[in-house]
Nanobody
Framework: QVQLVESGGGLVQPGGSLNLSCAASGSILNVHAMGWYRQRPGKQRELVASVAARGMTEYADPVKGRFSISRDNAENTVYLRMNSLKFEDTAVYYC??????????????????????WGQGTLVTVSS
């Protein structure tokens, strides 16, 4: 199986910065798009940013110009740099990745499946 492990959440004051990271590990054949979602209190989970395997990025309007997503393909890791944080950025942030996961392999063949994997979430609290 493929797992995503997030790190970097915590408490930060308004206007401050925070870095999140998320590393994929396990039976990985390929990691395709990676991204970050968040779930604010009382709200549905929403896309924050995503990055394709070749680096094309997409951002939700509320975070454009403040957040930056990047990835290290050699390490199967995605990062989220969050600047100028606001109270409304308080949320649980989830990492996600589209992966090709190795199901079985031997000397002659390899079997894989495509899957969407989610991390356990990391809490970001913006408070004074």
């Amino acid at each position: 199986q493929v797992q995503l492990v997030e790190s970097g959440g915590g408490l930060v004051q308004p206007g401050g910065s925070l870095n999140l990271s998320c590393a994929a590990s396990g039976s990985i054949l390929n990691v395709h798009a990676m991204g970050w979602y968040r779930q604010r209190p009382g709200k549905q989970r929403e896309l924050v940013a995503s990055v394709a395997a070749r680096g094309m990025t997409e951002y939700a309007d509320p975070v454009k110009g403040r957040f930056s997503i990047s990835r290290d393909n050699a390490e199967n890791t995605v990062y989220l740099r969050m600047n100028s944080l606001k109270f409304e950025d308080t949320a649980v942030y989830y990492c996600t990745a589209d992966v090709s996961e190795i199901v079985a392999s031997d000397s002659d063949s390899l079997e894989y499946r495509d899957a969407e994997v989610w991390g356990q979430g990391t809490l970001v609290t913006v408070s004074s």
